[in-house]
């Protein structure tokens, strides 16, 4: 798993992290979402050993990224912001380089060149100079060179970014092909690249974990509609009296029918059923409310 722990970076006077701890758990794919200067490529720097925080640590399977950093960086595949891709090499001379450089064993030599180029669809241009290649080319490049030796852990920084909406499409699914075998965390600033792709998603707003939940998790309020088909005495007073209702609020109509949006603390739906089904109300509908991600994010962002 990767443990980050209170990470903190200043670039000068800019607090870029200010303690930033999460987890990600094998296997999971993960968004590290934020607004443009979060903080998401200095704490991907930090995770992946190119960058020193000037406090707190990273552990990738257990291994401290700083004091390990050959074996962690054996363990992970990185695709920054700017991958360095050499013009003038061909792309077929340019992955070869990358296995000789991650010393991959000759008798895997083909099998993994021929995995991570046919993976990534780059099988028509092995030829090609990469400085004839088109951004969305050039983005598979840096992600067949980031899972060339079938790492354990994938860390791409903003791997859609620049790319045409046709090239996104064949992006996100390759990476969620690639998340089969990988633990992936990637960085976005995109709320619908998150919402298509992840388990999970970390908020980083100004340098801080404003939020870290399952997308599941994150769609549910606690908050709930009732809609009866037809009003009933005392509804309101009745909701007020359950335990863990925080405040209620009359609709207008639903389709014509009386309707309630009631806040609770946790889920109250089960005990307003209880209550609806006591009280012999003519129940029509009864749902937890959800919630976008837009409209988390845009709470969180607006109220940091
Ligand atoms: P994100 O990836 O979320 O856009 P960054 O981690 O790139 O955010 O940047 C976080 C903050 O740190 C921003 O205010 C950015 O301007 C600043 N920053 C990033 N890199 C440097 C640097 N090398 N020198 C000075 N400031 C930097």
């Known amino acids: 798993m990767i443990h980050a722990q209170d990470i903190a970076k200043r670039y000068g006077g800019i607090e870029a992290l200010r303690g930033v701890s999460f987890d990600i758990q094998p296997g999971e794919i993960v968004g590290l979402l934020g607004p443009n200067g979060a903080g998401k490529s200095t704490a991907i720097k930090i995770i992946t050993g190119y960058l020193h925080p000037d406090a707190g640590y990273v552990e990738i399977d257990g291994l401290n990224v700083l004091r390990d950093l050959h074996a962690v960086q054996a363990k992970i595949g990185y695709l920054s912001e700017n991958t ?3 013009p003038e090499l061909s792309v077929q001379a340019y992955l070869a380089m990358v296995a000789d ?5 000759r008798s895997d030599f083909r099998g993994l060149l021929s995995d991570a180029i046919y993976g990534t669809g780059l099988q028509a241009y092995l030829t090609r100079p990469i400085g004839s290649l088109s951004k969305g080319l050039r983005q598979r490049l840096g992600l067949a060179q980031a899972i060339l030796h079938k790492p354990q852990f994938l860390i ?3 791997p859609t970014v620049g ?3 046709t090239q ?3 992006i996100r699914a390759l990476i969620q092909a690639l998340a089969q075998d990988s633990t992936i965390l990637f960085s976005s600033h995109i709320l619908s690249e998150v919402e298509a792709i ?3 998603v970390i908020i980083i707003i100004n340098g801080e974990v404003k939020a870290d939940q399952s997308l599941r998790e994150l769609s549910m309020s606690n908050n709930a509609t009732l809609v009866l088909q037809q009003d009933s005495a005392d509804v309101a007073h009745s909701l007020g009296a359950v335990a863990g ?3 209620i609020r009359q609709l207008r109509s639903l389709d014509d029918y009386p309707a309630w949006r009631i806040n609770g603390t946790a889920d109250i739906t089960p005990q307003i059923y209880a209550l609806a089904r006591d009280r012999d109300w003519p129940l029509r509908e009864l749902r937890r409310d ?10 969180l962002a607006t109220t940091a």
């Open 101 to 105: 450089l991650r010393a991959v064993p």
């Open 163 to 165: 790319l045409d909406p």
């Open 84 to 86: 360095p891709l050499y």
């Open 168 to 170: 996104i499409v064949e």
């Open 156 to 158: 791409l920084d903003e």
């Open 290 to 299: 959800t919630v976008t991600l837009e409209t988390f994010f845009n709470q």
């Open 245 to 247: 209702v925080t405040s």
């Open 198 to 200: 992840c388990d999970r």
